[in-house]
């Protein structure tokens, strides 16, 4: 493990400041609120995928592109990083494609970021997201240990076998039906054994899925409501627009890919909820994982009808929620301006490098 303070070392040094980014998932946000605080940026592509960061050239100040993405963890591109001053924001492709090992121990360039708390979302993790949540006191769906024990609706969170980014989530009813559709998804190559061994089975909560997305560091004042959006999924949206008749006739197998977002609000009688839901997280994960949350989280809900919030995932870096920027009433209310997570990231890391305390919000 990269001691914490070789680290604030290493950026206390820093004469400048530079953000850097591995270009995917949530980069263009990131680099967009970095050039609104005046920043200048850096992203790093994987060849094939550069064209969107090379379209929109106003937000990158310089693109380099690698083979692969964990190009970057190599000896001397970190050595460059630090010598241009330069601070990674990670969003969950860094922790995919360079993985947790890696970022805990290898990659020796500041993070904005609790680097020891990212693998917090892994469900197989013992200190992991459900763990987090009941230390805060928040609800979370209920966990089948055993598949044997489905007795309700419930949601198989298992990934794919092929694209490893990717979710093969599916619905099951009973253990009858849980077998039946395993072996269905495992014999046409969409999961594998193992990664069926390692899922988990949630009960299925029913009701409004809003996400709520926040930002706190150990230099700010209050945990920020930064506002709502909704995931866009495919099959499973499209599927759900057709009459209930065509979709009996249909022998299609639903799947949770994430293609896009859309902006939501939730009514105000219902703010203290969700304003005390993040406070109490911020809480407990500094308790759990010093120093705690830095930067942006997101706690994926559910509304209930009787008005309860249960959170069913959990993000613990920058959320892809891109649509924020335009949408969310929340910072206007704030902050007198409307803006997204990357923008707010820019603020925060601008605010340290002026007061003297990046140390503070880098691990």
């Known amino acids: ?42 992203v790093f592509c994987q060849k094939g995928r550069e064209t969107p960061y090379q379209r929109f050239s106003r937000i990158a100040d310089e693109i380099i592109i690698f083979k692969k993405f964990n190009e970057i963890s190599i000896a001397k591109n970190q050595k460059m990083l630090r010598d241009t001053n330069t601070i ?45 949540l009941e230390k805060a006191g928040i609800k979370h769906p209920k966990i089948f240990k055993n598949p044997r024990d489905i007795n309700k609706p419930s949601i198989v969170k298992v990934q794919e076998k092929k694209r490893k980014l990717e979710r093969a989530f599916f619905n099951v009813s009973s253990f009858s039906d849980y077998k ?3 072996e269905e998804k495992i014999k046409q190559g969409i999961i594998s054994k193992s990664g069926l061994q390692n899922a988990t089975i949630e009960e299925l909560a029913i009701g409004t899925y809003l996400n709520f997305n926040y930002f706190y560091t150990p230099i700010s004042e209050n945990v920020d409501f930064i ?19 065509q979709q009996l006739e249909m022998n299609i197998t639903l799947q949770n890919i994430e293609v896009g977002h859309t902006p939501a609000s939730i009514r105000e009688s219902l703010l203290e909820k969700v304003i005390s839901m993040g406070d109490k997280f911020v809480s407990a994960v500094k308790r759990e994982y010093p120093p705690g949350i830095i930067g ?21 870096r920058v ?14 209310y704030q902050y007198g301006q409307t803006f997204g997570v990357g923008r707010r990231i820019a603020m925060e890391i601008k605010k340290a490098y002026e007061e003297d305390v990046l140390s503070k919000i880098v691990t």
């Open 88 to 132: 990674i924001v990670p969003h969950r492709s860094l922790t995919a494609y360079l993985g947790y090992k890696t970022i805990e121990n290898t990659l020796k360039v500041p993070i904005f970021g609790n680097r020891s708390l990212f693998q917090a979302e892994e469900r197989s993790n013992k200190k992991n997201q459900y763990y987090l």
């Open 296 to 316: 942006p989280f997101s706690l994926q809900s559910v509304i209930t009808k009787d008005l309860k919030m249960i959170v069913y995932d959990v993000s613990l």
């Open 227 to 245: 506002g709502i959006e909704r995931r866009l999924q495919t099959n499973l949206h499209d599927f759900n627009a057709l009459p209930a008749k």
């Open 180 to 182: 039946k559709k395993s």
């Open 1 to 42: 493990m990269i001691k914490r303070s070789e680290i604030q070392k290493i950026v206390n040094d820093y004469t400048g400041l530079r953000i850097g980014v591995l270009g995917s998932h949530s980069a263009l946000e990131v680099m967009d609120g970095a050039k609104d605080e005046g920043l200048e940026t850096i």
């Open 319 to 332: 959320p892809g929620n891109p649509i924020l920027a335009t949408t969310s009433p929340y910072t206007k």
